[in-house]
Protein backbone atom coordinates (compact mmCIF):
# COMPACT_ATOMS: atom_id res chain seq x y z
CA UNK A 1 0.00 0.00 0.00
CA UNK A 2 1.41 3.38 -0.67
CA UNK A 3 0.58 4.78 2.75
CA UNK A 4 2.82 2.07 4.31
CA UNK A 5 5.35 3.61 2.53
CA UNK A 6 7.35 6.05 3.93
CA UNK A 7 8.35 9.32 2.49
CA UNK A 8 11.48 9.57 0.02
CA UNK A 9 14.72 10.52 1.48
CA UNK A 10 16.30 13.65 -0.59
CA UNK A 11 18.85 11.42 -1.34
CA UNK A 12 16.17 9.19 -3.40
CA UNK A 13 14.78 12.39 -4.68
CA UNK A 14 17.82 13.64 -6.11
CA UNK A 15 18.31 10.11 -7.97
CA UNK A 16 14.82 10.31 -9.11
CA UNK A 17 15.57 13.99 -10.40
CA UNK A 18 18.51 12.53 -11.94
CA UNK A 19 17.72 10.03 -14.23
CA UNK A 20 15.04 12.48 -15.70
CA UNK A 21 15.56 12.87 -19.43
CA UNK A 22 13.22 15.55 -19.88
CA UNK A 23 13.52 19.18 -19.66
CA UNK A 24 11.84 20.31 -16.06
CA UNK A 25 9.74 23.05 -15.63
CA UNK A 26 11.32 25.88 -13.63
CA UNK A 27 9.54 25.16 -10.53
CA UNK A 28 10.17 21.29 -11.06
CA UNK A 29 14.10 22.38 -11.51
CA UNK A 30 13.94 24.80 -8.19
CA UNK A 31 13.02 21.67 -5.98
CA UNK A 32 16.06 20.12 -7.47
CA UNK A 33 18.35 22.59 -6.65
CA UNK A 34 16.70 22.33 -3.49
CA UNK A 35 16.23 18.67 -2.60
CA UNK A 36 20.56 19.09 -3.76
CA UNK A 37 20.89 21.57 -1.06
CA UNK A 38 19.39 19.85 2.04
CA UNK A 39 21.14 16.28 0.62
CA UNK A 40 25.16 18.15 -0.04
CA UNK A 41 24.52 20.18 3.57
CA UNK A 42 22.95 17.24 5.68
CA UNK A 43 20.56 19.89 7.57
CA UNK A 44 16.92 19.08 7.12
CA UNK A 45 15.25 21.58 4.99
CA UNK A 46 13.42 23.74 7.97
CA UNK A 47 17.17 24.58 9.33
CA UNK A 48 17.96 25.68 5.68
CA UNK A 49 14.91 27.72 5.29
CA UNK A 50 15.63 29.83 8.19
CA UNK A 51 17.56 32.10 6.51
CA UNK A 52 15.56 33.38 3.73
CA UNK A 53 14.10 36.68 4.27
CA UNK A 54 10.70 37.05 3.44
CA UNK A 55 10.23 40.69 0.88
CA UNK A 56 6.56 42.36 0.19
CA UNK A 57 5.77 41.83 -3.37
CA UNK A 58 3.88 43.97 -5.98
CA UNK A 59 2.25 41.59 -8.41
CA UNK A 60 1.04 43.71 -12.06
CA UNK A 61 -0.88 41.70 -14.55
CA UNK A 62 -0.41 44.01 -18.16
CA UNK A 63 -2.95 43.50 -20.46
CA UNK A 64 -1.74 43.30 -23.81
CA UNK A 65 -3.71 42.13 -26.91
CA UNK A 66 -1.81 39.17 -28.01
CA UNK A 67 0.44 37.13 -26.52
CA UNK A 68 3.86 37.79 -27.43
CA UNK A 69 6.81 36.74 -24.92
CA UNK A 70 9.17 38.97 -27.31
CA UNK A 71 7.73 42.04 -25.77
CA UNK A 72 10.22 41.03 -23.00
CA UNK A 73 13.14 41.71 -25.00
CA UNK A 74 12.37 45.04 -26.25
CA UNK A 75 11.85 46.26 -22.31
CA UNK A 76 15.04 44.41 -21.58
CA UNK A 77 16.80 47.96 -21.10
CA UNK A 78 13.98 48.64 -18.31
CA UNK A 79 13.97 45.03 -16.51
CA UNK A 80 17.93 46.48 -16.23
CA UNK A 81 16.71 49.78 -15.10
CA UNK A 82 14.58 48.46 -12.58
CA UNK A 83 17.05 45.68 -11.32
CA UNK A 84 19.82 48.32 -10.79
CA UNK A 85 17.33 50.96 -8.85
CA UNK A 86 16.55 48.02 -6.46
CA UNK A 87 20.39 46.72 -6.42
CA UNK A 88 20.91 43.89 -3.70
CA UNK A 89 18.10 44.53 -2.06
CA UNK A 90 15.10 43.43 -4.27
CA UNK A 91 14.85 41.14 -7.94
CA UNK A 92 12.27 41.91 -10.81
CA UNK A 93 10.44 39.30 -12.29
CA UNK A 94 8.76 39.74 -15.74
CA UNK A 95 6.96 36.83 -17.44
CA UNK A 96 4.82 36.86 -20.27
CA UNK A 97 1.92 34.16 -19.35
CA UNK A 98 1.83 30.85 -21.08
CA UNK A 99 -1.76 31.21 -22.46
CA UNK A 100 -2.73 33.91 -22.16
CA UNK A 101 -2.60 37.79 -23.33
CA UNK A 102 -0.87 39.28 -20.79
CA UNK A 103 2.82 39.97 -18.87
CA UNK A 104 2.91 39.45 -15.20
CA UNK A 105 5.37 42.09 -13.45
CA UNK A 106 6.41 40.95 -10.00
CA UNK A 107 8.69 43.39 -7.59
CA UNK A 108 10.05 42.39 -4.30
CA UNK A 109 11.78 44.97 -2.24
CA UNK A 110 12.22 46.07 1.39
CA UNK A 111 9.18 47.70 1.23
CA UNK A 112 5.96 47.89 -0.63
CA UNK A 113 6.98 51.46 -1.69
CA UNK A 114 10.81 50.64 -2.75
CA UNK A 115 8.90 48.27 -5.37
CA UNK A 116 5.76 49.80 -6.14
CA UNK A 117 7.66 52.45 -8.50
CA UNK A 118 9.93 49.93 -10.54
CA UNK A 119 6.74 47.85 -10.91
CA UNK A 120 4.39 50.63 -12.38
CA UNK A 121 7.40 52.22 -14.30
CA UNK A 122 7.92 48.11 -15.71
CA UNK A 123 4.19 47.79 -16.34
CA UNK A 124 4.04 51.06 -18.46
CA UNK A 125 7.11 50.31 -20.38
CA UNK A 126 5.66 46.75 -21.72
CA UNK A 127 1.87 48.60 -22.83
CA UNK A 128 4.40 51.10 -24.69
CA UNK A 129 6.73 48.02 -26.08
CA UNK A 130 2.83 46.30 -26.60
CA UNK A 131 1.38 49.41 -28.76
CA UNK A 132 4.80 49.82 -30.78
CA UNK A 133 4.63 46.10 -31.88
CA UNK A 134 0.91 47.09 -32.97
CA UNK A 135 -0.67 45.83 -30.10
CA UNK A 136 -3.00 47.96 -27.48
CA UNK A 137 -3.51 46.63 -24.24
CA UNK A 138 -7.66 47.34 -24.01
Same mark, same amino acid.
Given at each position: ? =? &? ?10 R ?10 P ?14 ? &? /? !????? @?????? !?????? *?????? !?????? @? #?? %???? %? +?????? *? ?5 ? @????? /??? =? ?13 ? !? +?? $??? *? $? ?5 ? $????? #????
Amino acid at each position: R =P &SDRLPPTPAEIRAALDAQTVPLPAEAATGRVIADLVVR &S /G !RPLSE @LAGVVR !RLPQVL *LNVEVA !RRDPAI @L #DA %VAAD %V +AAAEQT *LGDEGRV @LPAAH /GTE =PLVRVMVEAPTEGRA !R +AP $ADR *L $ARAIRNA $AAVRG #DTDG
